[in-house]
Every structure is written in C-alpha cells, then in structure tokens.
C-alpha cells in the first residue's frame, strides 16, 4: 500500500457517523436485536455453524473458512461484535456477557431451535465461552482459535490503558493508527493480501464508537481473566466438547497460554502450528479448514 492510501486509511479513522445510508454501502445484512443493531452475513441451508471475531478485526477475518464451509455445504453465520465493523456502538461495558447477549439473541433470531458448531477466535474465545457457560446445550462443537481469556502477560500499552483518563488519551491520539497497524502485523504467510486486510480493517474503524468499544473491551473482557478464565472452566464442566489450535509464534496471545487452557479441557483436540501467528484462520485459511471439517465430521485426531 502507498503511503497516501495508508494515511487517508488512518486520517478517516472515526470521522464519520454509522448512518442507515452508510450502511448500504456494505454487503451483508442487519437485525435489530435488544442488545443492539448487528451486522451480519448468513449462507446455507445445511448444519449451522457460527463464526465470532475477535478485539478489533470484524468478520472479514473468517473469509476464508465462511466460503469453506458454505461451499462445503454448511449453514454458515458470521456477524460483527457490538462496537466492531458495522455494527452499532452501544453505550455500554463491553463484557463477555454482553458480547454473549448478542450471540444468544442472535442466533435465537437467525437460528431458533437449532445447535450449531461455534466458533471463536481470540477475544471471540472469551466470548464463546461466556456462551458456553450458559447455554452448553446449544453448541455441537467448540472451536477455539488462539483464544483470549487466559491469564497472561499483558503488553505495557494495555496496563496503561486500563488507567482513567489516560486510557482515553492513548486511544484518542494514537489507538486507531495503533490497531490499523496491530491488525495485519501477523501475516505471515500472505503478505500479499495485506493491502485488503487494511482495507477491509479500516471499513470498520471510519465509524464513531470504534475506539470507545475497543477500549471498554480492552478493560472489561481481555484484562478480566477473574471472569473469562471462570467461563472457560464452566464450559469444560457443562461437558462441551472442544477443539483448539493455537499458533507457536503468536505474539497477540502468546503461545504459553495454551498450558493453562490445557489444564481447563485436558481431553480437548489441541493442534499447534508451529511458526504460525495469531491470524493463521486468514493466513493459513487451507490448513485452518483441514482441521475444523475433520474435527466437525467426527474424525478422530
């Protein structure tokens, strides 16, 4: 990408409002649901399958394994967190239990009456857990792809942020060049692509309420492993049956966390890619969608 195109990126971060007449600039469609307006897409007509994002990167992140599935004949649903992408910026705590809210709403609207394979990657791991822990019944199988929600080291910028005020100030002025940056800095096998991830990325962030969202979610999910590691172990205790895959060169969500997650769901399917970072599901899209159709038609490891 040419220096002018990545600073008009970065200088229409947050400049303009999510209005009904922006949003039909955009593929995909939009719910009314009591938690807030979601933005989402749904293809297929066979078993459902639902794909949960993660911090800061909408659902453009799961292209790769969305067209695996609906071409491989799966009812396949991806949508945007509350505060990510298209949809609406509540006023609110971003907590595990409201992104669970929105998943269960969701898919009682989008899905009723129907189990369905659930997916999360990174913070999407602490929200599907959230889920997990209330409604294990509605879930075939549990895939969770680099997960957030162990305990870990957090980098200097995210114990900063946690302050009042300065949290604010940080993400004011430097958090929208910050996560633009962050979001592709794993690429690692498809450097090529790098200018549409930016692009894509930067959809997102354009809109008013995106750094509030972040960094509420930066504060009330990923630095409370006080809730989302007690998530994790009710889900192990509801008996949900879990797949995990997790990256050796993972810097967002460092590989080491796996042990913890190990000790949760000690009879779980772990598979680890070596040298991989935190965004192998779009890096590495034909090896991530191996595994997960093995892993959904029962095969054994």
Same mark, same amino acid.
């Given at each position: 990408?040419?220096?002018?195109?990545?600073?008009?990126?970065?200088?229409?971060?947050?400049?303009?409002?999510?209005?009904?007449?922006?949003?039909?600039?955009?593929?995909?469609?939009?719910?009314?649901?009591?938690?807030?307006?979601?933005?989402?897409?749904?293809?297929?007509?066979? #078993?459902?399958?639902?794909?949960?994002?993660?911090?800061?990167?909408?659902?453009?992140?799961?292209?790769?394994?969305?067209?695996?599935?609906?071409?491989?004949?799966?009812?396949?649903?991806?949508?945007?967190?509350?505060?990510?992408?298209?949809?609406?910026?509540?006023?609110?705590?971003?907590?595990?239990?409201?992104?669970?809210?929105?998943?269960?709403?969701?898919?009682?609207?989008?899905?009723?009456?129907?189990?369905?394979?659930?997916?999360?990657?990174?913070?999407?791991?602490?929200?599907?857990?959230?889920?997990?822990?209330?409604?294990?019944?509605?879930?075939?199988?549990?895939?969770?792809?680099?997960?957030?929600?162990?305990?870990?080291?957090?980098?200097?910028?995210?114990?900063?942020?946690?302050?009042?005020?300065?949290? #604010?100030?940080?993400?004011?002025?430097?958090?929208?060049?910050?996560?633009?940056?962050?979001?592709?800095?794993?690429?690692?096998?498809?450097?090529? #692509?790098?200018?549409?991830?930016?692009?894509?990325?930067?959809?997102?962030?354009?809109?008013?309420?995106?750094?509030?969202?972040?960094?509420?979610?930066?504060?009330?999910?990923?630095?409370?492993?006080?809730?989302?590691?007690?998530?994790?172990?009710?889900?192990?205790?509801?008996?949900?049956?879990?797949?995990?895959?997790?990256?050796?060169?993972?810097?967002?969500?460092?590989?080491?966390?796996?042990?913890?997650?190990?000790?949760?769901?000690?009879?779980?399917?772990?598979?680890?890619?070596?040298?991989?970072?935190?965004?192998?599901?779009?890096?590495?899209?034909?090896?991530?969608?191996?595994?997960?159709?093995?892993?959904?038609?029962?095969?054994?490891?």
């Amino acid at each position: 990408m040419d220096k002018k195109r990545y600073s008009e990126l970065i200088g229409n971060i947050e400049k303009f409002e999510l209005t009904q007449s922006e949003k039909k600039k955009y593929s995909g469609s939009f719910i009314k649901l009591p938690c807030g307006e979601t933005h989402y897409e749904l293809k297929g007509n066979k #078993e459902a399958v639902v794909l949960v994002h993660g911090y800061a990167t909408p659902y453009f992140i799961y292209d790769k394994i969305f067209a695996f599935l609906v071409e491989k004949g799966y009812k396949v649903l991806r949508y945007d967190l509350l505060g990510r992408g298209l949809s609406e910026r509540v006023k609110a705590d971003y907590t595990p239990d409201l992104f669970a809210r929105q998943l269960k709403e969701l898919t009682d609207a989008l899905l009723p009456g129907e189990k369905f394979f659930l997916f999360g990657t990174s913070m999407g791991g602490a929200v599907v857990t959230a889920f997990a822990a209330k409604y294990p019944e509605k879930i075939k199988k549990l895939f969770l792809l680099a997960p957030a929600g162990m305990e870990y080291k957090a980098p200097f910028y995210m114990k900063m942020a946690q302050k009042p005020f300065l949290g #604010e100030i940080m993400f004011k002025t430097l958090g929208g060049k910050l996560l633009l940056n962050g979001s592709c800095s794993e690429l690692l096998f498809s450097k090529d #692509e790098t200018d549409y991830y930016l692009e894509k990325f930067a959809e997102g962030a354009r809109y008013k309420g995106f750094l509030a969202a972040t960094l509420s979610s930066l504060r009330n999910t990923l630095m409370r492993p006080d809730i989302t590691v007690s998530n994790y172990i009710k889900t192990a205790k509801n008996g949900v049956s879990v797949c995990t895959i997790w990256g050796t060169a993972d810097k967002t969500m460092p590989y080491y966390q796996s042990k913890q997650l190990l000790s949760i769901f000690p009879d779980m399917h772990f598979y680890t890619f070596n040298n991989s970072g935190h965004i192998f599901l779009f890096d590495e899209g034909e090896r991530t969608c191996k595994i997960i159709f093995k892993e959904m038609n029962g095969a054994e490891k």
